[in-house]
């Protein structure tokens, strides 16, 4: 079926079968940023947002986000320069396979809760695993980027 | 400083994984895995899978060289050929235009088993009379076992004198004789194994998520019987390690399936087929014995262990085919006499392979429990038995090696230095705190390549061999060269290469990268000051120079645990390491919590749940990894001024701190509660079930 939806601030137009994920689709378009981990909405490596809310796009059918608004760690990284900047700064990765789903995650949370206190933000990037760091960077980075 | 040079790429989407390489007209390859733990293969019905459209081929182990592959035994078929051994197993491969085509047809393949009896314990495994996983594994290139072995031995190896041993016990004032057993863990990696393969011009191009390109390059010269050199491994970006990802694994059958499609293909695993069928951690049984004199001092150690391997012993890399783990056993402390005997059995269940310091966290947690045992035995704190015990400088270790310089003691104090004052707890909580040791040497055993090539712009293009897993490799490479050279870091462009254009590398792993950039950064210094007309220089190090150097690493954990529910929190972990100096300290901080983190979830979380020869954790939603709300609040102290490895000083940090947080915690759990969880995970429904005999049986406190 053909799809019509806003990817990272353009419109775009493709075919896709009912039942494909979204990160597929995504993947498929040569924007390879978003990563399937777990592949079932647990580890959140393939968090996008849609309509600027955070979805793990390897559960989320790519027809449901027809008429929508897109946006992939690539196009994130121009909309909220502050954010990757601070994963930068903090050294908020290391073997970096979880970062364009963590990148997407603080997006969303500049935008849902600016304010957000350390103890809030843990609990909203608690869907988005890190096996190596240990999250103390990935945290400060959140924090950084609210206070940018 | 300088940030990570990766730092930038990765943030923005931008650093390529081996599943992140399109290739023109690639096509996809998906596995189909036997259902059956132990069976042979009566045949196949292909026809349907075929029909599938978009499929290109359909292939079984008939299309496969008749070869077995391994790290040291060479016990793993690329597909199954007569007879699947676990669950899981590769028995065909699919390949089609999409992955949702191959996944479609792999469905439809049909494959009759003639099933066999199952082998699913590993001790009974070893017992006379068992039925044989394989029929004669002493006759796999690189066995270390013979026919007089128990027919399903992968490896059998004891240090030390079992009468001796045994002698030391009798005569010992106190002594404990428990056993402890730890499940099956996967190395956790976010990335799923991937593969892409592709025949251009008759050479072999590789992308593979595989942290040791040039011994993938040469372990399918030999699968496949073709010459290193018509062989090249593309570098990409490793998205997690921790042991799993040195594998070989599914890269032969990736490279036949082009060479026999004559097309690109990709072979990217699903994380559920990663989590039941690739490597995980072994499970194991210890029974640990310790012996001490009336003051406490330890006398003798010993530890017989069965570890059970699964189906194929091809993911170990030792030379015996051990767990290096095991045989360090007691390795921080003074003991007279210490006998360790390991036994790992092939299982019918999914082969095990080596996790973050390999069977360290394993033996750590028993042997640390069991010296907590014993000091409630002599009457002492469990801190003050370790104190009459850490080995002192001068004084040689269980092996016999006297290091450089032994700093057990000032860790100990460092760590207790740190953990003083009291964490808040929930009101009618039970409380304690717990303390676990480890000390591990830094290998000096490096083998790798560089090359620095001058650049148009004045700057400096240092080509390295050694993939980014994430430790901050390329990065600390970078920091190194341009201080060698006398040059600002940002006119160094570190870059990895494929294997072609490099002379070797071993890999990364064993916590030796540091050591083998240090070593070959100053090769190339010296060849780039000595270089004359030349505009590049290229450096080959392969230096085993043995093992002086040795870190502590002493965490305190302290927990409250529900006396109602057995619920347990962890309110903090303390962790004091015996460090030298630092190349990047971000990046050995991310190492040190990391690794805390990872010993948390092997303390509380992560049970891969093998039971009956199946991988029943096969999605991380039951296979949990730690997430921010899990991991405790982490405190590090470093003790610094130590002696590490020449030229830059520096010891390893990589497999350190997630060894002894599960003793720290299963002791403080202990502490809280008197009652022992010998047992990992430590779960609330443990606890409870343990405080509920405590009550009925003994009235305790609790």
Redesign the interface.
């Known amino acids: 079926m053909k799809l019509t939806f806003h990817l990272n601030g353009r419109m775009i137009e493709l075919e896709a079968g009912p039942t494909a994920f979204l990160v597929d689709v995504l993947r498929s378009t040569g924007l390879t940023g978003t990563k399937e981990g777990c592949g079932m909405g647990v580890c959140g490596a393939c968090t996008v947002l849609v309509d600027d809310r955070p979805v793990s796009s390897c559960l989320y059918l790519a027809p449901c986000v027809d008429g929508a608004d897109v946006w992939t760690v690539e196009g994130l990284a121009e909309r909220f320069p502050q954010v990757v900047d601070a994963f930068v700064a903090e050294e908020g990765m290391q073997c970096g396979i979880c970062t364009p789903g963590q990148v997407a995650a603080v997006c969303a949370l500049t935008l849902e809760k600016p304010a957000a206190a350390e103890p809030e933000i843990r609990e909203y990037l608690n869907g988005n695993l890190c096996r190596c760091t240990g999250y103390q960077t990935i945290v400060a980075a959140a924090k950084a980027a609210l206070d940018a | 400083m300088a940030?990570?040079i990766?730092?930038?790429?990765?943030?923005?989407?931008?650093?390529?994984?081996a599943?992140?390489t399109?290739l023109p007209g690639m096509c996809h390859a998906v596995l189909v895995r036997s259902p059956v733990k132990h069976a042979w293969i009566g045949g196949f019905d292909l026809t349907a899978a075929r029909a599938v459209p978009g499929v290109i081929g359909v292939f079984t182990a008939n299309d496969m060289p008749e070869i077995t592959f391994g790290r040291r035994v060479k016990d793993i078929p690329i597909l199954a050929r007569g007879k699947v051994r676990f669950i899981g197993e590769r028995v065909a491969a699919v390949v089609a235009e999409t992955?949702?085509q191959a996944e479609e047809a792999a469905l439809r393949v049909d494959v009759q088993y003639e099933e066999l009896p199952p082998v699913l314990d590993a001790t009974a495994a070893l017992e006379p009379g068992a039925q044989a996983v394989h029929d004669s594994p002493w006759e796999y290139p690189g066995a270390v076992v013979t026919k007089a072995d128990p027919v399903n031995t992968q490896s059998h190896v004891t240090s030390g004198d079992a009468a001796e041993a045994n002698e030391l016990l009798a005569r010992s004032a106190h002594m404990v004789d428990k056993t402890y057993a730890t499940p099956s863990g996967h190395?956790?990696?976010?990335?799923?194994q991937a593969c892409v393969a592709s025949v251009q011009d008759g050479t072999i191009q590789v992308w593979a998520s595989d942290k040791s390109p040039y011994r993938v390059r040469d372990e399918l010269a030999a699968c496949l019987k073709l010459d290193p050199s018509d062989i090249v491994v593309h570098p990409v970006?490793?998205?997690?390690?921790?042991g799993g990802k040195g594998l070989i694994g599914e890269t032969p059958l990736c490279v036949q399936l082009a060479r026999l499609t004559g097309r690109p293909v990709k072979l990217a695993v699903?994380?559920?087929e990663d989590l039941s069928a690739t490597s995980p951690r072994h499970s194991m049984a210890l029974r640990v014995r310790a012996g001490c004199d009336r003051d406490g001092r330890l006398q003798v150690l010993r530890v017989d262990a069965v570890a059970d391997g699964g189906a194929y012993a091809g993911f170990k890399p030792r030379v015996n085919v051990d767990l290096s783990g095991l045989g360090d056993a007691g390795s921080p402390y003074r003991i007279p006499a210490v006998h360790t005997d390991v036994r790992i059995a092939y299982t019918n269940s999914v082969p095990r392979g080596h996790m973050r310091a390999p069977a360290a966290p394993q033996t750590t947690f028993a042997v640390e429990s069991a010296l907590d045992e014993l000091a409630l035995k002599v009457g002492i704190a469990p801190v003050e038995l370790r104190r009459r015990n850490l080995l002192r400088g001068g004084e040689p270790n269980i092996h016999g090696i006297t290091w450089a310089q032994c700093r057990g003691q000032e860790t100990l104090d460092a760590a207790l230095g740190a953990a003083s004052g009291q964490c808040p707890a929930p009101a009618g909580w039970l409380t304690g705190r717990g303390v676990g040791v480890y000390d591990r040497h830094t290998t000096r055993a490096a083998r790798t390549s560089l090359r620095l090539a001058a650049e148009d712009d004045g700057g400096i293009r240092a080509e390295v061999a050694v993939p980014e897993?994430?430790?901050?490799s390329h990065t600390v490479a970078r920091r190194i060269l341009a201080e060698g050279l006398g040059v600002p870091e940002d006119t160094v462009r570190v870059v990895h290469v494929p294997t072609d254009e490099l002379p070797y590398d071993r890999g990364a792993g064993g916590s030796r990268v540091s050591v083998g950039l240090g070593a070959v950064a100053a090769a190339a210094v010296k060849a780039w000051a000595d270089r004359g007309e030349q505009n590049a220089v290229t450096v080959e190090i392969d230096d085993d120079l043995g093992a002086d150097v040795t870190s502590y690493c002493v965490q305190i954990a302290d927990v409250a645990v529900d006396p109602a529910t057995g619920e347990i929190r962890v309110l903090r972990i303390v962790s004091a390491v015996d460090v030298a100096d630092i190349l990047n300290p971000?990046?050995h901080?991310?190492q040190?919590?990391?690794?805390?983190?990872?010993g948390y979830g092997f303390a509380c979380l992560e049970d891969l749940q093998i039971e009956d020869g199946q991988v029943w954790s096969g999605?991380?939603?039951e296979f949990k990894?730690p997430?921010?709300?899990d991991?405790p609040p982490?405190d590090t102290v470093l003790v610094t001024g130590g002696s590490g490895i020449a030229p830059l000083n520096i010891k390893a940090a990589g497999e350190l701190t997630n060894v002894p947080t599960a003793a720290a915690i299963a002791n403080a759990v202990a502490a809280a509660t008197n009652v022992r969880v010998r047992s990992l995970p430590i779960r609330a429904e443990t606890v409870w079930a343990a405080l509920q005999h405590e009550r009925t049986t003994t009235g305790g406190r609790v």
């Not at chain 2, 190395?187 to 799923?192: A, D, I, N, S, T």
């Not at chain 2, 970006?237 to 921790?242: L, R, T, V, Y």
């Not at chain 2, 040190?592 to 990872?598: N, R, S, Y």
């Open positions: 940030p990570r990766d730092a930038v790429a990765k943030a923005r989407g931008a650093t390529r994984y599943a992140d399109m992955r949702a190395q956790g990696y976010l990335e799923p970006a490793i998205g997690g390690d921790f699903r994380y559920s897993t994430g430790t901050g971000a990046a901080s991310m040190l919590d990391g690794g805390t983190a990872m999605t991380l939603g990894l997430s921010t709300r991991v982490l």
